[in-house]
């Protein structure tokens, strides 16, 4: 049918083939081995399988494992570690190996990889080996690879987005289909979308280790997880709930980044509400999604699957193809120095609620917008500074919820304007 | 704030500094000087632009222009043109010399690249320079590099996307205002989104230049725009248009490429009746929008500005901070041979109507499933082959629309058994 016939076919890039040691032999590990089976053209075999339980039935012959580590990380054919367990420190210890062997390395572990940043980057610098890790951060979307490519750091201004998968199904199954917290949790976790220890999703920690690393390769900013302000949706109550239903917006746990000025970061996970034309409304089950905002382009948005063995596989897959044509990241944001800080010089607009006898302290406010009580509850919107939420812990006891406004941000010279003339209005001074 | 300190960063990835020769200064060129001026850590200056009209009063003074292309083309510190003018083949004959003077090119041309594809390739081939065309297709959308880089050729099935901003404005505004065709497209025209060439865009050439540029980065698919099966919005009528309000989906202009079997692809730019559920009904006015399709990480949906001088100008930007890092297309998909050959051997689901007199020929269509007369009109969903569709006119006759319905696919096997079946229920055997 072409009328122009592929006359002339450029040269095959210069590629190699790839001999991988896996670690961890779960659901992903499992689907890559079928697929690089399938798939010659990936020029890439799994040489040996690194289990932990060799006692357990498994679908391929027995040959391909081991419990010994070093069989992998020994075998100088074996040119690329997969890295696929589930133990975050364990997991360090096999990646440092691996790179120190001068091996590339891929993982999909966002806990080790936020935990260890600043070594791994040492790591691969002195070694020259390479480590690739789509998998980490949004399972299928291949955010890392667009944010370190494709956006000047001097033209990012900020991004936000869903970038846990089983806190999303979570909220969807509450917000659409009525579910209590309970049965959606225990819905996420038989599909698969949930980490083996649930509170990793659901306290936001897993949030947390990926807004780490995205910081690092949007911005430059290496900030570890625990400085971060964060938290998950376990305080989310029903009454809450209830009230985003009736004011039409949805309650997501979404990561932001944003430049403040021209040297700061603002950088947080925390519930937020998001109403009907906000892109993340459309991010529903275990979809993530994430707008970028640059100056010229404007906002960017992208969606796929967030959670699950196949998506996650397919970021992994994804890596190792790179690997093949010698890709590595070259944390150019990073090396440029552009000291963008991480800082919690900035305010936000912000819904408090507390249940029965728990008192709000009002002190912990600059001002208040709405107050309201009956006998179950209390509630407040309200604009609380950053610093307040780094320094204390009161937003995250027990009956507390405290959930982001849609338009959560108030800029220094507003907060100087209003604050004063607002606490009066409040009836609060 | 932060706690782990920049303690180490890597070293800079080796750049260079650029020296652009700028042909062409319209809203693009504009913008681009402006931010290449602000930004000094791009580490790119444009050292000399060559205009057509040197009569024309501009905002930088008159040392900076020439109206001599050699002037750009023989200057060795120039290491980079970039080509921003309008006329396709001037372009062409610019870029042919740079490329063949060792000097990377940047275009957003579309249609002067969809055109000489091939050419282009020896070219690059043969001198080792690189052209990038981010621009080239969903202005401010890193989707070439997203096709180019990261999906295996194996695993990526399909995608369809709003590729044309300014079609999409001028439906959006017909759908959600009520404007008619004319008002919109003037709107469109005044805001920048069209191309000087009205035709270009509302006819579908624009949009089938760039689904033919794709094609190559997603499936190694070289394919010429005439080749395609493509059509545009100017025939859609105001019935059509109540028609689909009533049955509350969207018409959009959408270019799709598809896989069917092992080794042919079906692709083609058609009018779709777009349903809420369908990721590109979200995608209104001057937006583009793209959804992939692979077999493990699923659907992936981009989303960003498809038309205006800024969107644009950042897609250009991140081309040349790509050169800076000697970053080129390796058309991986094309060296691979992998031998997906364009066909039209299957079957779409289609609405076609007729105005007044104009009578539609049933033997166009395998099978009908619903026909409709009034005095004003007829209509008629039915299913056609795609190959009646490349060998026809027809269906691009004044008074006829055609418009893809919303899941148009009919597979092989379907099409056989239904096929006899169906043209008897419907009455016409």
């Known amino acids: 049918m072409s009328g122009i016939k592929k006359t002339f076919a450029p040269a095959l890039p210069v590629s190699r083939d790839l001999r991988i040691g896996l670690f961890?032999?779960?659901?992903?590990?499992?689907?890559?081995?079928?697929?690089?089976?399938?798939?010659?053209?990936?020029?890439?075999?799994i040489k040996k399988i690194c289990i932990k339980n060799p006692g357990k039935k498994r679908l391929i012959s027995g040959e391909h494992f081991t419990t010994q580590a070093s069989e992998l990380l020994d075998d100088a054919e074996i040119n690329v570690i997969l890295e696929l367990i589930d133990d975050a420190d364990a997991a360090y210890e096999i990646v440092k190996a691996a790179l120190q062997k001068g091996k590339s390395v891929v993982s999909a572990n966002k806990k080790m990889i936020a935990k260890h940043f600043s070594e791994l980057l040492e790591l691969q610098q002195e070694f020259g080996a390479a480590l690739l890790y789509e998998g980490a951060c949004c399972a299928s979307i291949p955010i890392i690879r667009n944010l370190e490519e494709y956006y000047d750091n001097d033209l990012l201004s900020a991004f936000r987005g869903i970038i846990n998968g089983s806190t999303n199904y979570i909220l969807t199954r509450i917000d659409k289909d009525n579910l209590s917290f309970k049965e959606a949790l225990l819905e996420a976790q038989q599909l698969g979308f949930a980490e083996s220890d649930p509170a990793l999703d659901i306290e936001g920690h897993d949030a947390a280790n990926k807004l780490s690393i995205l910081l690092a390769h949007a911005f430059g900013t290496v900030v570890s997880p625990e400085e971060l302000i964060y938290t998950g949706i376990a305080a989310i109550k029903e009454s809450d709930a209830n009230l985003a239903r009736q004011r039409k917006v949805q309650i997501k746990l979404v990561g932001t980044a944003k430049r403040i000025g021209t040297d700061k970061l603002a950088a947080f996970v925390l519930p937020q509400f998001v109403s009907a034309d906000d892109e993340l409304s459309n991010v529903s089950n275990e979809f993530n999604g994430l707008v970028t905002e640059s100056s010229f382009a404007d906002k960017h948005f992208f969606k796929g699957k967030g959670a699950g063995a196949f998506p996650t596989a397919a970021a992994v897959l994804s890596d190792i193809a790179a690997l093949r044509y010698n890709y590595k990241y070259e944390y150019k944001k990073i090396a440029q120095q552009a000291n963008i800080i991480h800082s919690h010089d900035y305010y936000l607009r912000v819904f408090v609620s507390a249940s029965g006898d728990t008192v709000l302290d009002k002190s912990n406010f600059e001002w208040i917008e709405e107050w309201h009580n009956d006998v179950n509850q209390s509630w407040t919107i309200a604009v609380i500074s950053a610093k307040n939420l780094a320094a204390t812990r009161w937003w995250k006891e027990d009956g507390i919820s405290l959930i982001l406004c849609e338009d959560p941000f108030i800029d220094n010279v507003q907060y100087k304007k209003i604050s004063k003339l607002s606490l009066s209005l409040a009836g609060i001074e």
Do not use: K, M, W
């Not at 992903?28 to 053209?41: F, I, K, M, R, S």
């Open 24 to 45: 961890g032999f779960g659901v992903v590990g499992n689907g890559l081995y079928e697929v690089l089976q399938a798939t010659p053209a990936l020029q890439s075999v």
